[in-house]
């Protein structure tokens, strides 16, 4: 019991010391100008998000969250391919407060759970980026290096 006790109390630590402050997200599939703003306009609905940014040479969003919200990926994700295109990019950025971090071995953050893999074992302070690396936030290519199996919902396998 008192193992149990310890596991929750140290998950429930990690899920307090870090929070995710951006997203970074490149789409495929865009042709033009009108592309990039009908995914700008999809993301400015989603309830979490405060504010999007659009670069259109390169095809990225920068998408930071109004305060102490709950950041859904899925659902930036499901917005894009709503719009008619596809993530191949999706970088968090999320501050840390002495979080530690080893190869394979879930991290909470929020109310997501981090899988991180091709990482040394690491205490990590500030802003870091990271990297999803799941079927549908990276692009084909990319996937088919990792191809990891399907994990629960709100599971993300990722790289620092």
């Not at 019991?1 to 870090?18: G, P």
């Not at 990926?73 to 999320?94: L, M, N, Q, R």
């Not at 205490?123 to 996937?143: I, P, T």
């Amino acid at each position: 019991m008192k193992t149990i006790f310890l596991f929750i109390a140290i998950v429930l630590s990690v899920a307090t010391k870090a929070q995710v402050s951006k997203v970074s997200l490149q789409a495929s599939g865009l042709t033009c100008s009108m592309c990039s703003n009908s995914i700008n306009k999809a993301l400015k609905t989603l309830d979490f998000v405060d504010k999007v940014d659009a670069d259109i040479r390169t095809y990225t969003f920068e998408i930071s969250f109004k305060p102490n919200s709950n950041v859904d990926f899925d659902k930036i994700k499901s917005k894009v391919e709503k719009a008619g295109f596809s993530v191949s990019s999706f970088v968090a950025t999320i501050l840390f407060n002495n979080v530690q971090v080893r190869n394979n071995n879930p991290v909470t953050i929020g109310d997501k759970t981090f899988l991180f893999v091709k990482v040394k074992d690491q205490l990590l302070n500030g802003l870091k980026q990271v990297k999803v690396l799941d079927k549908g936030f990276v692009s084909q290519k990319e996937n088919k290096v990792y191809s990891f199996s399907a994990l629960s919902p709100q599971t993300f396998h990722a790289t620092i």
